[in-house]
């Protein structure tokens, strides 16, 4: 199985500061299509999960492009470049290229 | 889109219980459609999943041999039946769409049913 490492666990920010997650898969994300398979999640307090990036770089619909996508192969990042209150939550990376597709241990963002 | 979820509750250790998720606002049938699972206090996990037509069906190993996932895309409605339940999966149990016929990126979430496997 595909192993998801996220770092930090856990990331106080300051409103309007930027905001960095970084994950690490076991393997080699790259799917034979070109496409990296790795996608960003967010769950709120309470709430379902929400997809926020998909396939390494897609943002996916109605999520403010203050977030962004980075990385290849193995290593990625999760950007905020502005971080508001409602940005609190859990991020989770996912890989999307092979069953059991696996999450990372997830990162609490806190705001300070 | 809406997903709902339904099904859960308490259940002894060994016994069965069947999840229901049903569809709407999109075209159930062009959609692979997934399980996740997220124990009180921990983080997500992956539990099955298959393709629009129900075909491709994937576990994770922890439930392989005793859930099975299926879909009656007649009805818009996605299914998880689990047998031989074990504490170990008590969790909130989401069903997710995916991008596409094909795809695992989740782009729609349930809000979940939980269920709890106690004696």
């Known amino acids: 199985d595909i192993v998801m490492t996220q770092s930090p666990l856990s990331l106080p920010v300051t409103p309007g500061e930027a905001a960095s997650i970084s994950c690490n898969s076991s393997?080699?994300?790259?799917?034979?299509?070109?496409?990296?398979?790795l996608d960003w999640l967010l769950q709120r307090p309470g709430k379902s999960p929400q997809l926020l990036i998909y396939l390494g770089s897609k943002r996916a619909s109605g999520v403010p492009d203050r977030f962004s996508g980075t990385g290849a192969r193995t290593d990625f990042t999760l950007k905020i470049s502005r971080v508001e209150a409602e940005d609190v939550g859990v991020y989770y990376c996912m890989q999307v290229l092979h069953a059991p597709y696996t999450f990372g241990q997830g990162t609490r963002l806190e705001i300070e | 889109v809406q997903l709902v979820e339904s099904g859960g509750g308490v259940v002894q250790p060994g016994r069965s219980l069947r999840l229901s998720c049903s569809g709407s606002?999109?075209?159930?049938?062009?959609?692979?459609m997934h399980w996740v699972r997220q124990a009180p206090g921990k983080g997500l996990e992956w539990v099955a999943s298959l393709w629009y037509d129900g075909s491709n069906i994937e576990y994770a190993d922890s439930v392989k041999d005793r859930f099975t996932i299926s879909r009656d895309n007649s009805k818009n409605t996605l299914f998880l039946q689990m047998k031989r339940l074990r504490g170990d999966d008590t969790a909130l149990y989401f069903c997710?769409?995916?991008?596409?016929?094909?795809?695992?990126?989740?782009?729609?979430w349930g809000q979940g049913t939980p269920v709890t496997v106690s004696s």
């Open positions: 606002g999109f075209i159930f049938t062009n959609y692979a």
């Open positions: 997710a769409k995916g991008l596409g016929a094909v795809a695992a990126s989740l782009d729609s």
């Open positions: 393997q080699n994300l790259l799917h034979t299509n070109g496409e990296t398979h």
